[in-house]
């Protein structure tokens, strides 16, 4: 039996027809008439001897064959299609397409990306922000921003900066709660986004870096991390802000800091990118910016003492 494969034009027409479980939906995604969609799949049925549909009365049904067929059509056609836009966007140097986390796009990137864009007007920034790790081919990403340990391997690996927790309050809370003891009677807000750190970033660890003894029974938890640093900002509590969260409110003196104890994670953020892509012209570019921006709020994290948590006795 020879193997030579059928025409492509039959094959896609297939996966469509595959995917839809109708020829007229086929027809329409590829725009051809359903009679030339039906041709195509005959001609690839007389190609391998067997039928691939049942037709039935109003609705078609895979064989066996087609079914066997199917996913590796479809991802052939998957892998085509990702390879066609990899080759394509190696010619562009105008579009740069950046995946991070929610809460950083919001507290870190958001309010920052006004100088990135002034300084490149030529580069037309796209953001997806979500928790997914998307592929850096099939979703044409050029760029993410992760936090965690890592490692991250067949990728372009750099770490931002030494991750740290510390309390972070209103200006008008940190005048009631003047002490790292008072901190126990204070309204406590808990970030559940890094839940997975092992050991725990926590209330607990921070207290016993204080020498307290106390374990929070009661307060506000939140899934994301902006959302405890917003309620934070707006009063509601005392929360243990992250690094890359907090940096600008501390700043700008939304948030004040008034104990300079910060328990430092080995989880940290990563500026990503495909191996060899990471010297393209808008993805060198906004490297460089990141890089720089987190230097103009260096001198934050250096008036700090940065204790790391492994170095913090177990309860």
């Known amino acids: 039996m020879l193997n030579r494969l059928p025409p492509l034009t039959a094959l896609r027409a297939f996966d469509a027809a595959a995917r839809h479980m109708s020829f007229a939906h086929a027809a ?3 725009n051809v008439t359903p009679a030339a969609l039906s041709f195509q799949i005959k001609s690839l049925e007389e190609h391998l001897g067997q039928p691939l549909f049942h037709r039935l009365n109003r609705k078609v049904e895979l064989t066996e064959a087609g079914r066997t067929l199917a996913p590796g059509a479809a991802d052939g056609f998957r892998a085509l299609s990702a390879a ?6 190696l010619q562009d140097n105008t579009t740069l397409t950046v995946t991070a986390g929610p809460a950083f796009t919001a507290k870190w990137l958001a309010p920052r990306l006004y100088e990135f864009a002034r300084a490149h007007p030529d580069i037309d920034l796209r953001f997806s922000a979500t928790l997914r790790r998307e592929d850096f081919t099939l979703d ?8 965690g340990y890592g490692p991250d391997p067949d990728l372009w690996s750099r770490p931002l900066r030494r991750e740290w927790v510390l309390p972070v309050m209103s200006p008008e809370l940190a005048e009631r709660y003047t002490t790292p003891e008072s901190l126990t009677e204070a309204p406590l807000l808990f970030d559940e986004s890094v839940n997975f750190l092992n050991p725990p970033c926590d209330w607990p660890a921070w207290f016993r870096s204080q ?6 029974e009661h307060g506000a938890y939140f899934s994301q991390a902006d959302h405890v640093v917003d309620a934070a900002i707006n009063g509601a509590g005392v929360a243990l802000g992250r690094r890359a969260m ?3 409110d501390l700043n700008e003196g939304r948030l004040v800091a008034p104990f300079k104890t910060a328990l430092e994670s080995k989880a940290h953020f990563r500026f990503l990118c495909a191996m060899g892509s990471e010297s393209k012209p808008q993805i060198a570019a906004f490297r460089e910016w990141i890089f720089a921006e987190i230097e103009k709020t260096a001198h ?3 008036a700090l003492t940065i204790i790391p948590i492994e170095d913090i006795p177990p309860a």
């Open 246 to 248: 907090v940096l600008k």
């Open 140 to 147: 044409e990403v050029d760029v993410a921003i992760r936090f």
């Open 211 to 216: 020498g307290i003894h106390h374990i929070p």
């Open 84 to 89: 066609w836009s990899a080759a394509r966007r």
């Open 300 to 302: 934050i994290s250096e």
């Open 28 to 30: 329409a995604e590829l």
